[in-house]
């Protein structure tokens, strides 16, 4: 367990992204599903490198949803009490073999050496967090944003980006949109309502 009464430092205030710009070079694949066994063995390898830290663990991104084409890159969520206290994490992932990839306010990404699987740490209760979760949990269960989902990145892919963040940002208002609908429908799964 962490110590709650350690004094909270201020977070960064910066953007930094470790080696600089990456080409994307990886393509939609059919839904793969090893992509769940994959996940639960970085489940354990992260559990196994934070033992003593109180962490939550959700697999997240489209390799989370059962039938969706996705890059084949496995996204996870880690929570943790304090973002700030990176000796508390950070360490124990790097130890683990993760390698830092990105430093932001509230937001820290590690990586396998290979790039196939991207760690997400958030503080627990960033709504970032619960974005992700609802996100998923409505892909999961719907099929028509579903499909509009995977239509969307197929037609992003089919252009040439520089940088890996500018395809991500490039699919917000889709994701937005669909989120949007999540939430008139109601649709609040047990993953997006925990605050992790």
């Known amino acids: 367990m962490t110590n709650s009464s350690k004094p909270r430092r201020p977070d960064v205030t910066t953007v930094e992204i470790i080696g600089g710009p990456e080409v994307l070079k990886v393509g939609l694949g059919s839904y793969d599903p090893r992509w769940p066994e994959i996940y639960l063995q970085h489940r354990r390898r992260i559990l196994d490198a934070l033992a003593g830290v109180d962490v939550d663990v959700e ?22 009490t304090d973002i700030t206290a990176e000796e508390d994490y950070l360490d124990g992932l790097l130890a683990a073999g993760y390698e830092l990839r990105v430093r932001e306010p509230g937001h820290r990404l590690v990586r396998t050496p290979a790039r196939d699987v991207h760690v997400h740490v958030y503080e627990r209760g960033d709504a970032a967090v619960h974005e992700y979760l609802l996100f998923r949990d409505h892909l999961r269960t719907d099929a028509d944003d579903r499909a509009l989902y995977e239509s969307a990145k197929r037609a992003l892919l089919d ?7 500018d395809y991500a940002d490039a699919k917000t208002d889709v994701i937005l949109a669909i989120k949007n609908r999540a939430r008139e429908s109601g649709h609040s799964s047990e993953g997006a309502r925990r605050s992790l």
């Open 59 to 80: 697999h997240i991104g489209s390799t989370s949803v059962p039938g969706l084409a996705a890059k084949p890159i496995v996204d996870i969520v880690v929570a943790v």
């Open 159 to 165: 252009q040439r980006w520089n940088d890996m963040n």
